[in-house]
């Protein structure tokens, strides 16, 4: 994986890297990616039900289990050994609103907040696009609540266009997601 210099960064800060995660990565990915949902979606949502969300979708046994499973590619961002983002890729059936060839779920895709607006997600993104294509796919499509409209304005910044709608459970409530997708052939 590239070695990436953020943009503005200051001349003594580290550069941001990304790698594909291992087993190892699975604890501090739990941290990050509990910590980076919270944050992104508990406040405005019943914290009961973000609380089962929590518990059902992250922990170290839980993401063990994706980055040992061949189906999930994950990639982590760190600047200087410390998560800043993570993005990732997920074999699995395809909603019948995606039908450009050969698709690929681009499941999860967080940069930290004191990241956002400085690059990191438009850099993170290339990389899931560039593996993506790298693993022979041809279409990267994603679910994104449809109340979250810094994410669907930064997809559609990356080529993504609307194709559908899917529920969504969060813990027991029914929520809905907008379904993009973009073809990644070169
Ligand atoms: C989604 C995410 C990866 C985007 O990264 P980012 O660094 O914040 O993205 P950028 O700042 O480059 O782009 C965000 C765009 O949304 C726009 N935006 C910000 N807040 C907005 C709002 N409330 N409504 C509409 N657009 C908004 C910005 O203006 C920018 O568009 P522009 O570049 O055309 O001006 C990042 O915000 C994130 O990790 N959020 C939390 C997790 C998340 O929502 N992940 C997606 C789950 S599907």
Known sequence: MPVLAMPQRSADSPPISIRRGTPADAAALAEFAARTFQESFGVMNDPVEVAAYLRHAYGPAQQEAE????DHVTLLAERDGELAGYAQLRRFPT????TGPHAVELRRFYV?????????AQQLMAEAVSTARGMGFATLWLAVWEHNPRGIAF???????DVGWQPFLLGAEVQTDRVMARAIQE
Do not use: E, I
């Open 112 to 120: 930290d907040a004191p990241f956002h607006g400085r690059g990191l």
């Open 95 to 98: 909603p019948p609103c995606v």
């Open 155 to 161: 997809y559609r910044n990356s080529g993504f266009t």
């Open 67 to 70: 980055l040992r499973d061949p």
